[in-house]
């Protein structure tokens, strides 16, 4: 695909997509606050519906004088939505800058960003190549087409699965390599991108979203300043790029991060190691706290998180994913309700990562204490008559 270039000037934004924007390459000029980081992307492609909209988000239970607030990265887009876009607005420039012709990357079964990758690779002409890992029950029959699953395949992405044991044993690393060396004895020239896009290039992407958070700020009415930053962990891409935006912006507000699998001890130094690769010269334990919220394990939920979703929804119309916000925000109101004072007063922005289409896949999990349906009372003496009413 032949794409556009439109440059960036000065420290303003990148121009925001208008419907002759979407899915062209910019040039890129970081903001001035993180201009001193090093190496700093040449390119941007305009992926995502930006900037997301930040609301007021009416929890229910929360401490005295707290509020919280919404960044909607969920609604980021349609089949690419949530916070991988972000990071693959830089990792695709940089793939078609390299002259690939197909991109590789890798997740669980029912992966965010392998189904953001799928589709943002077909819009750019590339094919893609997705490695995912299911149980070995499942590991040799069709994966089906639930959820993320579904839009995979309909863009035709290429579809290797892997035992999960085999996945922890060998390693995103060498699966991904031994994928891409039989695409180049093939005559391809794929592009790696790693697990959720989270190397120090994708980090820009949400060093970037610090920079709109800004802007909606000083552009929004009222004197609004956030004193906290809440957001799923999974990877460490997110809360890399937020916290360290975040630490060297005007916004300086602290970050927590609620993992939703691995420890912290592993999120700090996975961070560290992408705050080193841009040479940011700061310590990951000093810009970002990092609590476990994991709970089961990755991608399973306990009855009550799953209950908390429901709730929330029903409280306030915002449907979380399973998966990763629903455990952060279940580990943040859990937090809050043990430790209070921690919380009072503050003014607290939740980053909505995305993933509803992962949800289906808890449809069975959740169906039974869902209800609210019957079926219609209708007296006997209410007239009917045959063609009335429009068939659907």
């Given amino acids: 695909m032949d794409a556009s270039s439109k440059t960036v000037v000065g420290d303003a934004p990148p121009t925001q997509p208008t419907g002759f924007d979407f899915l062209t390459r910019k040039s890129y000029v970081p903001p001035y606050w993180a201009s001193h980081l090093n190496p700093i992307p040449s390119h941007v492609f305009s992926l995502g519906h930006l900037p997301t909209p930040i609301h007021k988000w009416n929890l229910p239970n929360l401490p005295n004088n707290t509020e919280v607030w919404l960044k ?3 609604l980021s887009g349609t089949q690419l939505s949530g916070n991988k876009v972000r990071k693959l607005e830089f990792l695709m420039a940089d793939a078609v800058a390299q002259g690939a012709d197909c991109v590789i990357t890798i997740g669980g079964i029912q992966s965010n960003h392998c189904c953001a990758t799928a589709v943002a690779a077909k819009y ?8 995912l890992g299911t149980s070995k029950v499942l ?11 579904l839009v995979e395949r309909l863009v035709g992405a290429h579809v290797d699965l892997i035992s999960k044991e085999e996945y922890a044993k060998i390693g995103s ?36 979203a610090i920079r709109e958070i800004e802007q909606q700020l000083q552009t929004g009415t009222g004197h609004l300043k956030f004193d906290d930053i809440v957001v ?11 916290s360290l935006g975040s630490s060297l912006s005007a916004l300086d507000a602290k970050v927590h991060a609620f993992s939703v ?4 001890d592993y999120f700090y130094d996975f961070v560290q190691g992408l705050l080193d690769g841009l040479d940011a010269d700061v310590d990951s334990r000093d810009i970002v706290n990092i609590q476990n919220a994991k709970g089961l394990g990755y991608a399973v939920n306990t009855s009550e998180e799953l209950k908390f979703v429901r709730e929330v929804a029903a409280a306030t119309g915002v449907v979380l994913d ?6 952060a925000a279940y580990g943040m109101m859990k937090d809050m309700a043990e430790n209070p004072m921690k919380w009072e007063g503050r003014k607290i922005l939740f980053i909505h990562t995305g993933g509803l289409l992962g949800l289906f896949d808890k449809v069975e999990q959740m169906g039974t204490s869902l209800g609210n349906w019957h079926r219609m009372d209708l007296d006997e003496d209410i007239p009917r008559k045959d063609g009335i009413g429009k068939m659907f």
Avoid: H
């Fill in 139 to 149: 590991v040799d029959q069709d994966p089906g087409l639930t959820g993320n699953l």
């Fill in 322 to 327: 399973a998966v990763y916000c629903g455990k």
């Fill in 72 to 74: 909607r990265d969920d």
């Fill in 124 to 131: 750019l002409n590339l094919e893609c190549y997705l490695i």
């Fill in 261 to 264: 699998c691995d420890d912290p």
């Fill in 232 to 242: 799923a962990c999974a990877s460490g891409g997110t809360i890399a790029g937020l």
């Fill in 173 to 208: 690393v060498t699966l991904t390599n031994i994928l891409k060396e039989k695409l180049l004895n093939e005559g391809r020239r794929p592009y790696v991108i790693p697990e959720a896009g989270s190397n120090s290039l994708g980090t820009w992407g949400y060093i970037e």
